[in-house]
């Protein structure tokens, strides 16, 4: 194992945790399951600034996963 390989590896780990504590930090829906499908599609396609600690826990979320994405595609390519 290189010394690339673990060092993405380390990163895709701790992208992973980080997306998983995120993901935790943020606030239930209480709008149910069609509510949260159509307001999920409004709050990943929005383009304002982030105003509450929901917003930017959202925004973290997406930021994290697409780390995590980028990094899992990166590490399969080696």
């Known amino acids: 194992m290189s010394a690339l390989t673990i060092v993405f590896t380390v990163l895709q780990v701790l992208s992973g945790l980080a997306v ?3 993901v935790l930090m943020q606030s ?3 709008a149910g ?3 949260s499908i159509s307001g ?3 709050t990943f ?4 600034n ?9 925004k ?15 590490l ?3």
């Open 40 to 42: 999920g599609a409004e």
């Open 45 to 48: 396609l929005s383009k304002g």
């Open 60 to 74: 973290a979320t997406k930021w994290f996963a697409l780390a995590f994405v980028v990094l899992t595609l990166i």
């Open 50 to 58: 982030a105003k509450t600690w929901d917003d930017k826990l959202a």
């Open 28 to 30: 239930g829906k209480s």
């Open 76 to 78: 399969n390519l080696i």
């Open 33 to 35: 399951l069609s509510g």
């Open 20 to 22: 998983t504590v995120v």
